[in-house]
């Protein structure tokens, strides 16, 4: 079982930049893939970006694109999500999730454990 806990979440003007923080622990193996969801409020789910373990690999929603990066640091087992160039329509709470099936797509149904989530508030 996977323990993921985000961090970093916060209220920021738009334009701003900000990183979220996910700590991973548990037993955790090298065909995992993690990844970045969010939900606005009234809004379903929605995939952000995602990396394969060994960080070769990644994969980012079109509305993110150029603007978010994601990465991981496998001594810290963490995975984090820079977020650039923040839009009001940015705004909502960010979850961590893991999916031990390997590949980088964006189907929520495909991640098996997930955080807690952290909010992320962008002002105009």
């Known amino acids: 079982q996977v323990q993921l806990v985000e961090s970093g979440g916060g209220l920021v003007q738009a334009g701003d930049s900000l990183r979220l923080s996910c700590a991973a622990s548990g037993r955790i193996f090298s065909t995992y893939t993690l990844a970045w969801f969010r939900q606005a409020p009234g809004k379903e789910r929605e995939f952000v970006a995602a990396?394969?373990?060994?960080?070769?690999?990644?994969n980012y929603a079109d509305y993110v694109k150029g603007r978010f990066t994601i990465s991981r640091d496998y001594t810290k087992n963490t995975v984090y999500l820079q977020m650039n160039s923040l839009k009001p329509g940015d705004t909502a709470v960010y979850y961590c999730?893991?999916?031990?099936?390997?590949?980088?797509?964006?189907?929520?149904?495909?991640?098996?454990?997930w955080g807690q989530g952290t909010q992320v508030t962008v002002s105009s």
């Open positions: 999730a893991v999916r031990v099936t390997g590949g980088l797509g964006p189907g929520a149904e495909n991640y098996g454990c």
């Open positions: 990396v394969n373990w060994s960080g070769s690999r990644t």
